[in-house]
């Protein structure tokens, strides 16, 4: 039987991860994307940072800088990373710089990354969440993710180089739990 794979770069796969998952544990579609958005160019920009792409954030004595934000910030866990996110009249949204992340540009980019895939991969990463309590769920996904992500070679060969999402490994994980 031939595997079903999708070939694709980590950081819309970590977008789409996150979502579900912040699904999951009981945010709302929009607020999800927002928020896996999120995780993701975090963790990019982390990565960036580890191999010379982007400068270090400035400090002031030691701590990052505030910004100031338009309503009551307040941090989100997903994946075991912190993500700052406002409510506003839409619910609650992560923010970049002082913007809520809108859902609808995060649907755009998972669209233009993973084109007719991306049902068929949103279906098996969602089996793989409900395999999971969400307290389960919360304590395990990035462990999970890091088990069906992409390959992709190490250091600056690897940045956003796409590799095998194998879809099949994501079943087994849920059919596994």
Sequence with gaps: MARHVVQVNR????TLWASVVAERLGYDREAALSLGKTLACLNAQSKGR???IYKPAETV?????????RGE????????RPIPAIKTGRGVRAVDGDRPVEAAGVERYLDGKFGEA????RQAMEELARAFSPQELAVRAFSLYEHFRPSIPEGM???GAKGELDLDKIRDLAGNA
């Design 50 to 52: 580890r191999l010379g």
């Design 118 to 121: 991306l049902e068929t991969v």
């Design 73 to 80: 910030q307040f941090w989100v866990e997903l994946l075991g």
């Design 61 to 69: 004595e030691g701590r990052p800088p505030q910004k100031a934000r």
């Design 11 to 14: 950081a819309p796969v970590l």
């Design 157 to 159: 060969r690897g940045w």
